[in-house]
């Protein structure tokens, strides 16, 4: 063993002194511009695969339609919902999220649920996954999170040991973990999943008033799974089943549906909101924050190429029409400049001159040239602003209401207060939401999974990981333990 540690640097080659938490203005944020070392991490990341998505890369996606059959005008003035009856198109991409192209649809691993709408006032990509939660709340633990999903630098496995080395030092993974490890981190197929934004959004209406909200998408085919054993059997048997179960399906009209739902928190009810309501690793309890119903998604038409439509689908968090907004969910933040930079990466600058990613309601910039320019390039029009040759000019009547901030000092933020409550919602979740039947298949899963873990640390990394079962549900970790026949000794306190 060394006797001095290296120092963490820059590609640069400078120190600095944080690697897990983004500078934030505030322990809420929202994040700065000025962290450099967030920036330098995610655009690396992003540059690490070529052509292949870094995540999400193998899917299917299709068209279809949005209807709103309620009425939210007073929560936001978005003009996709100022009607009941209004249709808008829509295109829908599912996938696995840590597997390559060619892996199974059937592993054990989120999935993704990205939406795109295409309405009248440009793209509003909701880039969601199947569940409201996520394994980490700040971006600059991304990529690192990712790496321990794929595969082992030296063998080229995928690798159990440094998949719970990091769940076992992030604590704050452990509700994602108790989904992925329960039978719906292995879905039946994509019709018979549920939806999420999982970050909170915000939503702004008429009148300026700002309120946050939450996304949820629920199938109407109803909830179906996989357990463990069956998943691992179909990934012999049909390793492509999702993506033939949904062209099956909607080529032989079976239309597949969701309804689509929000959750409303005021300002004034997230300051009084026991947890952060802008954290990813946590959920708005539906007994104080019920779901409200906005409309129906209906899938209706496959793409007549894979290539052009699915492949080449970009989405990006940052793409939100009026009406939608942001908040100060750290991740979100992250993702506004990760995503777009992956695709111009991936796709080229151009990327949104792609027909599957081409806004209807028509565009009018002054950005001209780049790679796979495949439009007029805006002809003999002006490229800069202002100019005295057309009549394109910026509309005040889309200003947001000043987002408000949080009186502080601009540091790295690791947590605020509740923040370090990991385990009540996880604990709920294997109590109350799970049936019996699903709790002994999550044990049986999470067993399976972590006699996987080898090496000299594996001791250290199980007692660690039992200890946050053992905080999330006693029984929990006192039936994984059985299961590894290992000696567990319960933390203190």
Not at 81 to 109: H, L, Q, W
Not at 444 to 473: A, C, V
């Amino acid at each position: 063993m060394k006797e001095k540690k290296e120092k963490l640097t820059t590609a640069s080659g400078i120190p600095y002194s944080r690697n897990e938490d983004s500078m934030t203005v505030g322990p809420r944020g929202p994040v700065l511009l000025q962290d450099y070392v967030l920036h330098e991490k995610m655009a690396h990341f992003n540059r690490e695969r070529i052509p292949e998505r870094v995540v999400h890369a193998k899917g299917t996606g299709a068209f279809g339609t949005f209807t709103v059959a309620h009425d939210i005008t007073k929560y936001t003035r978005a003009k996709l919902f100022n009607k009941k009856g209004k249709e808008c198109p829509v295109f829908i991409r599912f996938s696995t999220v840590g597997g390559e192209k060619g892996s199974a649809d059937t592993e054990r691993d989120p999935r993704g649920f990205a939406m795109k709408f295409y309405t009248e006032e440009g793209n509003w990509d909701l880039v969601g996954n199947n569940t409201p939660v996520f394994f980490i709340k700040d971006p600059k633990k991304f990529g690192d999170f990712i790496h321990t999903q794929k595969r082992n630098p030296k063998t080229n496995l995928k690798d159990a040991t440094m998949f719970w080395d990091f769940f076992s030092l992030n604590p704050e993974s452990m509700h994602q973990v108790m989904i992925l490890f329960s039978d719906r981190g292995t879905p039946f197929s994509y019709r018979n999943m549920n939806g999420y934004g999982s970050h909170t959004f915000s939503m702004i209406n008429a009148r300026n008033e700002r309120v946050w909200v939450k996304f949820h998408v629920k199938t109407k085919q109803g909830i179906k799974n996989f357990t463990g054993p069956e998943a691992d059997e179909m990934k012999g048997k049909d390793p492509d089943w999702a993506q033939g179960d949904l062209v099956t399906s909607i080529e032989k009209g079976d239309f597949p549906k969701w309804s689509f739902n929000i959750q409303v928190m005021t300002d004034e009810q997230a300051k009084k909101f026991k947890w952060n309501p802008f954290d990813l690793t946590k959920i708005w309890p539906h007994s104080e924050y019920p779901l409200i119903e906005v409309g129906e998604i209906e899938l209706n038409k496959i793409p007549e190429n894979y290539f052009r439509d699915v492949e080449q689908a970009a989405f990006a968090p940052a793409h939100v029409v009026d009406g939608i907004g942001y908040s100060y969910d750290k991740m979100l933040q992250g993702r506004l400049l990760s995503y777009p930079d992956a695709h111009r990466h991936r796709l080229g600058p151009n990327y949104e001159l792609i027909p599957v990613n081409r806004p209807l309601s028509g565009v009018n910039n002054f950005q001209r040239d780049g790679y796979m320019r495949v439009d007029d390039n805006g002809g003999d029009h002006p490229n800069y602003f202002p100019n005295s040759f057309d009549d394109i000019e910026a509309d005040p009547a889309y200003k947001e209401p000043l987002l408000e901030l949080e009186s502080g000092v601009a540091d790295w933020y690791d947590r605020n207060e509740n923040d370090d409550d990991h385990f009540t919602q996880p604990g709920n979740l294997f109590r109350k939401v799970m049936s019996e039947k699903n709790r002994e298949n999550t044990i049986n899963n999470l067993i399976s999974h972590m006699k996987g873990i080898s090496g000299s640390k594996r001791d250290e990394i199980i007692q660690r990981q039992l200890g946050y079962f053992y905080k999330t549900d006693k029984e929990l970790a006192d039936k994984v333990a059985k299961g590894l026949n290992f000696k567990f000794t319960p933390p203190a306190g």
